[in-house]
């Protein structure tokens, strides 16, 4: 990472470009430039899936051959997720370790409060067996002896003529189905009403011209499924989410640019704002979307 840092300004300030001036030519942030040029990987953690193409369009602008540095930039894809392994087992541990601990503490008082509950239940089933004696002696046996009463006859009722045809059956109702709406408030916002609760909310996103790299987001955390990836032509990238009032869905595509991509909400096609179409598509240029759940 060092080394591709120290090409990377070196080139910049050889051809007398400025962070802004790369900025506007690469449509990446001057805090990517920066990190890029001051070797932090962690800052593109969350968009490690995405970082060999800024690699590739930063080094295209610059005019560096990227064939020449492609095996740093696969070597630190390596590391990176190595060692984002290690932490997870790191912290699995440490939690794994912290609940034995708090299992062993409950089981002591488990073994307390079983013996008490036992006691309490031993009792009550005691009590309801004497209950049970004395109402079959007091009640039902006295009943059982009794000769039955021959005069009082059984009187059968006429059976009632009423023709079944006449009788109406019951409707049931048929519970209509809830569309939910979806409004935009910026050109790369919306707001999702007339939701259900109980009922998920389907997303789609499709690539239509070009490959593209999507990720999906729920409130700022970014989502194992689907994964994080580079989708083919036509291919359906699908979440379901059980919506929550105020959550907030993002979608990011590498490749938004010329209508690339269509976005689908419960099979209902999204119009993008015309500012994805206009902005120029020389190398591709990523957008972000983000759909907010407002109840009603």
């Not at 001057?30 to 890029?36: D, E, G, V």
């Not at 990011?252 to 598509?281: C, Y």
């Amino acid at each position: 990472m060092d080394r591709i840092a120290s090409i990377f300004k070196h080139q910049r300030e050889l051809l007398g470009l400025s962070l802004e001036d790369l900025s506007i030519k690469t449509k990446l942030s001057i805090h990517q430039l920066q990190a890029l040029e001051a070797g932090k990987i962690e800052f593109f953690k969350d968009d490690i899936t995405y970082f060999p193409f800024m690699v590739r369009f930063v080094a295209n602008t610059l005019n560096i051959d990227y064939e020449s540095i492609k095996p740093d930039v696969e070597q630190i894809i390596a590391t990176f997720h190595s060692t984002q392994a290690l932490k997870k087992v790191e912290q699995r541990a440490i939690i794994n370790h912290s609940v034995q601990q708090k299992t062993n503490k409950l089981g002591l008082k488990k073994k307390t409060s079983i013996d008490f509950t036992f006691v309490g239940l031993m009792l009550i089933l005691v009590t309801l067996v004497i209950a049970l004696v004395y109402t079959f002696f007091t009640v039902i046996l006295p009943n059982l002896s009794q000769e039955p009463n021959v005069d009082n006859p059984v009187v059968e009722l006429p059976s009632n003529p009423i023709d079944n045809d006449d009788v109406e059956e019951p409707t049931v109702p048929v519970d209509e189905e809830i569309v939910v709406l979806v409004t935009e408030t910026t050109y790369n916002t919306y707001e999702i009403s007339n939701f259900d609760p109980e009922t998920k909310v389907t997303f789609k996103v499709v690539p239509l011209l070009r490959q593209a790299w999507i990720r999906f987001a729920l409130n700022n955390t970014v989502l194992n499924l689907p994964a994080t990836a580079i989708y083919s032509v036509g291919q359906e990238v699908i979440l379901e989410h059980l919506p929550v009032l105020n959550d907030e869905v993002n979608i990011r595509i590498g490749d938004i640019v010329a209508n690339n991509a269509e976005i689908f909400i419960n099979d209902v096609k999204i119009e993008l704002n015309t500012r994805f179409s206009s902005r120029a598509s020389n190398g591709g240029s990523a957008g972000s979307l983000t759909f907010k759940f407002i109840g009603e």
